[in-house]
């Protein structure tokens, strides 16, 4: 379901304060995988003030990595191009135009039902 490193699995369950007696080998249980993957994504939404493409950027390399294009000027925040993700990470720029790809199909697919009403 959601794929996440054990760092960062870590990293959730230290942020919820996560008392239950779980290890990262339950990531296989659908229910905890959902809860850690979706909080992790929702935390890098506000994070990245609602930019799909660095939400799936760091999603997909890190967002310490993100960080650093940010701090270092690589990519500017409030005008983020795909283009601009240093060509070693290509992995990461083919996933963010995939995760956009499928973001707006889906937008066009809710927007002809009725089912959505933001610009984004």
Not at 66 to 80: C, H, K, Q, R
């Amino acid at each position: 379901l959601m794929q996440l490193m054990e760092d960062a699995y870590d990293w959730i369950k230290y942020r919820l304060d996560d008392q239950r007696d779980n290890t990262y080998d339950d990531m296989f249980d659908p229910e905890l995988n959902i809860q850690y993957g979706t909080y992790y994504l929702s935390y890098l939404m506000e994070k990245y003030d609602g930019s799909v493409e660095l939400t799936a950027a760091a999603y997909h390399c890190g967002m310490n990595l993100v960080d650093s294009w940010i701090e270092n000027g690589t990519v500017d925040p409030d005008n983020f191009k795909v283009s601009d993700i240093p060509d070693e990470n290509d992995q990461t720029s083919n996933y963010v135009r995939k995760i956009r790809k499928a973001y707006d199909n889906y937008k066009d697919i809710l927007s002809s039902h009725g089912d959505i009403t933001e610009s984004s």
